[in-house]
C-alpha cells in the first residue's frame, strides 16, 4: 500500500502519491489519503471563512 504525503490532483480529480502529477496541478501535501480526498472542501471551507473575516474586517 502507497504511502503519503498525499495530494489532491486538479487535472485528473484524483487522489496521489509524491509520484503523480506536476505541482502546478495539485493541492497538498496532506497528511492522510481521506484529508486529500477532501481537499477541495477544504479549500471551499477556508474560503469561506476568510471571506467572511474580510468582510468582518471591511465593516469595522
Do not use: I
Amino acid at each position: 500500500m502507497a504511502e503519503g504525503p498525499w495530494f489532491y490532483c486538479l487535472k485528473h480529480h484524483t487522489v496521489e502519491t509524491r509520484d503523480g502529477c506536476a505541482e502546478r496541478h495539485r493541492l497538498g501535501p496532506y497528511a492522510t489519503r481521506e484529508e486529500a480526498e477532501h481537499a477541495l472542501q477544504s479549500v471551499a471551507e477556508r474560503n469561506e471563512r476568510l471571506d467572511q473575516e474580510d468582510r468582518e474586517w471591511e465593516g469595522r
